[in-house]
């Protein structure tokens, strides 16, 4: 194995600089692949639901990157963030195109009237069906595609221990689709899929686990060495860490 304190040195390196600016992970770009092949396509998918004329809202924005590769018409656009760094970025970018953009909170509550939305679409945010339901317009719809609760479990108890726990139990298809049911919607459509992570070095994983910090909870360099040196062991012997993402979407409409 390479020299333990130089390791750690590189790992606090990677650990110091781990920021990200909208949904950005260039900065691992080549050290770390994360399987693309789900049965749906999240764009695809919108664009057979939406018209040039439907009010859309993008629920969790990020950056607003996704949002604009959709080319809806601005004036017609909505979105929401609640990540501080994330606000500022859509401030600049998305108010001056006149989309119509509002910061929000953890709550889950939107800023908007009733049934202000022909189309409201989410891509890994929280979100409360109740809600999504009230701003729908009256055969409006909702896609969202979201995080199970096995992503990254492996990689997790890896780096934490075997006592780490999900963060998000509840995040499965079954109880997803329930939810919306109960606020009023029907289900068009619903699929969930598992594929792969890997990291070709640790470095990688230190600070994808610092940016994914809300699975990764309370991790550091310090307080998890031995992790860290066990993931070390295993890309040596492997060439790679892998780990298991999951993912699920749902389609329903009011």
Same mark, same amino acid.
């Given at each position: 194995?390479?020299?333990?304190?130089?390791?750690?040195?590189?790992?606090?390196?990677?650990?110091?600089?781990?920021?990200?600016?909208?949904?950005?992970?260039?900065?691992?770009?080549?050290?770390?692949?994360?399987?693309?092949?789900?049965?749906?396509?999240?764009? @695809? *998918?919108?664009?057979?639901?939406?018209?040039?004329?439907?009010?859309?809202?993008?629920?969790? =924005?990020?950056?607003?990157?996704?949002?604009?590769?959709?080319?809806?018409?601005?004036?017609?656009? $909505? $979105? =929401?963030?609640?990540?501080?760094?994330?606000?500022?970025?859509?401030?600049?970018?998305?108010?001056?195109?006149?989309?119509?953009?509002?910061?929000?909170?953890?709550?889950?509550?939107?800023?908007?009237?009733?049934?202000?939305?022909?189309?409201?679409?989410?891509?890994?945010?929280?979100?409360?069906?109740?809600?999504?339901?009230?701003?729908?317009?009256?055969?409006?719809?909702?896609?969202?595609?979201?995080? +199970?609760?096995?992503?990254?479990?492996?990689?997790?108890?890896?780096? *934490?221990?075997?006592?780490?726990?999900?963060?998000?139990?509840?995040?499965?298809?079954?109880?997803?689709?329930?939810?919306?049911?109960? $606020?009023?919607? @029907?289900?068009?459509?619903?699929?969930?899929?598992?594929?792969?992570?890997?990291?070709?070095?640790? +470095?990688?994983?230190?600070?994808? $686990?610092?940016?994914?910090?809300?699975?990764?909870?309370?991790?550091?360099?310090?307080?998890?060495?031995?992790?860290?040196?066990?993931?070390?062991?295993?890309?040596?012997?492997?060439?790679?860490?892998?780990? =298991?993402?999951?993912?699920?979407?749902?389609?329903?409409?009011?």
């Amino acid at each position: 194995m390479k020299n333990k304190k130089q390791l750690i040195q590189n790992w606090k390196q990677e650990e110091v600089i781990a920021h990200i600016k909208g949904w950005d992970f260039s900065h691992i770009a080549g050290r770390y692949q994360e399987e693309d092949t789900l049965p749906w396509d999240y764009g @695809t *998918l919108i664009r057979s639901f939406l018209q040039a004329e439907h009010m859309l809202l993008d629920m969790g =924005t990020g950056g607003g990157e996704f949002l604009l590769s959709l080319e809806h018409p601005y004036e017609n656009t $909505a $979105a =929401t963030e609640s990540y501080p760094p994330n606000i500022a970025l859509c401030e600049q970018t998305l108010l001056p195109l006149g989309m119509d953009f509002r910061p929000t909170d953890d709550k889950n509550i939107l800023p908007f009237a009733d049934e202000s939305f022909d189309v409201i679409i989410n891509r890994h945010d929280s979100y409360l069906p109740t809600e999504v339901y009230r701003c729908l317009k009256k055969g409006g719809v909702f896609i969202t595609q979201q995080v +199970g609760a096995e992503n990254d479990k492996d990689l997790v108890r890896l780096l *934490l221990g075997s006592d780490s726990l999900s963060q998000y139990p509840d995040q499965h298809l079954t109880y997803a689709i329930q939810a919306l049911e109960q $606020a009023g919607f @029907t289900i068009l459509q619903a699929e969930e899929s598992k594929g792969s992570i890997r990291f070709f070095d640790v +470095g990688a994983l230190v600070w994808f $686990a610092r940016i994914i910090e809300w699975e990764f909870v309370g991790f550091s360099v310090d307080s998890h060495t031995d992790g860290l040196m066990q993931a070390q062991a295993i890309l040596e012997q492997q060439g790679e860490i892998r780990g =298991t993402t999951h993912r699920y979407m749902l389609v329903g409409r009011k």
